[in-house]
């Protein structure tokens, strides 16, 4: 069954470190997110991303947060400065149709701890 | 208001016992919704959508009442693999997904 996979799985980082996550989405999916959840909290959504572009951001996902399809298969997030508060489990999905009409298909999770 | 609410649990029943949850929206405008079922430090999976007309997949029923902005799950015949947090997920028709905190659920022997 196709999945979608994420690397690292967990990465600790000094505050103020850059980090890449780093994600491989569903082949024939055109659709892909970013969500995140800090421990005990809500799954928040982050960014979506379609067609080479960001399609919608939420406010979490400011000046310090950044989307790439570099190569056609990798979908990454780049935190540049990280702060304590960015510790959570980040999610990476995909989608064949936008408007989560369709399933939308969860990585396992990248879990970031800032220290 | 939250955008969605759900009891966060937890909720202990007996194998074979009938569980329901609920959960409240708070934009009328919501257009889809669903469950989704998240195990322990797991992923998010998608259970079911949940049409108007309330939809049935085996042992677990969905209803919404967009009067009352109110979506439900019941789980009939629980089993022990049906421990795991329920999270309600409402979308307004955009590209984000809105969830709630979950509710968690643990089935006992």
């Known amino acids: 069954e196709p999945e979608v996979t994420q690397t690292p799985s967990h990465q600790v980082t000094q505050m103020g470190q850059e980090v890449i996550l780093r994600c491989v989405p569903i082949s024939n999916h055109l659709y892909f997110y970013w969500y995140r959840q800090i421990l005990g909290q809500k799954v928040e959504f982050l960014v979506s991303f379609y067609n080479n572009e960001i399609s919608e951001k939420s406010e979490i996902f400011d000046d310090q947060f950044s989307v790439e399809r570099p190569d056609g298969s990798n979908f990454t997030l780049k935190i540049r400065s990280t702060k304590l508060e960015d510790s959570a489990m980040y999610f990476c999905?995909?989608?064949?149709?936008?408007?989560?009409?369709?399933?939308?298909?969860f990585g396992e999770g990248s879990r970031l701890t800032v220290l | 208001r939250k955008e969605v609410e759900q009891d966060p649990g937890p909720f202990n029943v007996p194998e074979g016992a009938t569980v329901a949850f609920n959960c409240t929206y708070s934009?009328?405008?919501?257009?889809?919704f669903f469950w989704y079922r998240q195990d322990c430090r797991k992923e998010p999976k998608l259970l079911m959508s949940?049409?108007?007309s309330g939809n049935e997949d085996g042992r677990f029923t969905a209803q919404l009442n967009r009067a009352s902005q109110y979506i439900s799950l019941l789980i009939r015949d629980s089993k022990l693999s049906d421990s795991a947090t329920y999270l309600c997920v409402v979308n307004l028709n955009t590209d984000k997904l809105i969830f709630g905190t979950g509710t968690r659920l643990q089935v006992f022997p």
């Open positions: 934009n009328s405008a919501s257009q889809s």
């Open positions: 999905a995909s989608s064949v149709f936008g408007d989560v009409a369709g399933e939308l298909f």
């Open positions: 949940v049409y108007s």
